[in-house]
Antibody, heavy 124, light 106 residues
Framework: EVQLVESGGGLVQPGGSLRLSCAAS????????MNWVRQAPGKGLEWVSY????????YYADSVKGRFTISRDNAKNSLYLQINSLRAEDTAVYYC?????????????????WGQGTLVTVSS | SYELTQPPSVSVSPGQTASITCSGDKLGDKYACWYQQRPGQSPVLVIYQDSKRPSGIPERFSGSNSGNTATLTISGTQAMDEADYYC?????????FGGGTKLTVL
């Protein structure tokens, strides 16, 4: 069974940092592209970042570029998101999501499995 | 930046057909997918690459994409289909979601 389990969320002051983790199991993590998607309270979904299976290709949403860093450790079946210079508008549930279009072009990608999410709250 | 537009809400009677639209510039030239999100739960993929249905998703869910509009159609809508629905595509190496549509079954 495919499982994605996020952790690392919490309450942080504006300007602070957090490192989110996503532990993957039930599939061959190293061959799948992965993403982070967030959802502010009561709002819609917002794509945050993408990383290729090898980690060599990375993309970010403009809203987080320069502040967030995505990475992965295929030996540990884990995905990470380092979030720095946090702002109130970064308050959201952060989901890791697997790209089901393994080995295909990015434009064919879709999020076939999602974790339960981890809540990041930015407040003083 | 690229935008996808969805109606905020759609209502349907049980057993009837619900159609949720997603509009974007030349969206038909891209791939669209759809996610269902029930309150307090993580999103679930219901349609990918315009019209493909993942394993375990009921046949009453179908999708199409042409011109500037992708459409999610739910035939024989059931009470359990009441949820928020989001369309999504990729543009210039960035994921893009629509604003979401709340489907009410009444």
């Amino acid at each position: 069974e495919v499982q994605l389990v996020e952790s690392g969320g919490g309450l942080v002051q504006p300007g602070g940092s957090l490192r989110l983790s996503c532990a993957a199991s039930g599939f061959t993590f190293s061959i799948y592209e992965m993403n982070w998607v967030r959802q502010a309270p009561g709002k819609g979904l917002e794509w945050v970042s993408y990383i290729s299976s090898s980690g060599s290709t990375i993309y970010y949403a403009d809203s987080v570029k320069g502040r967030f860093t995505i990475s992965r450790d295929n030996a540990k079946n884990s995905l990470y998101l380092q979030i720095n210079s946090l702002r109130a508008e970064d308050t959201a549930v952060y989901y890791c999501a697997r790209d089901g279009a393994v080995g295909q072009q990015l434009v064919r990608g879709y999020f076939d499995y999602w974790g339960q999410g981890t809540l990041v709250t930015v407040s003083s | 930046s690229y935008e996808l537009t969805q109606p905020p809400s759609v209502s349907v009677s049980p057993g009837q057909t619900a159609s949720i639209t997603c509009s974007g510039d030349k969206l038909g030239d891209k791939y669209a997918c759809w996610y269902q999100q029930r309150p307090g739960q993580s999103p679930v993929l219901v349609i990918y690459q315009d019209s493909k249905r993942p394993s375990g998703i009921p046949e009453r869910f179908s999708g199409s994409n042409s011109g500037n509009t992708a459409t999610l159609t739910i035939s024989g809508t059931q009470a359990m289909d009441e949820a928020d629905y989001y369309c999504q595509t990729w543009d210039s190496s960035a994921g893009v979601f629509g604003g979401g549509t709340k489907l009410t079954v009444l």
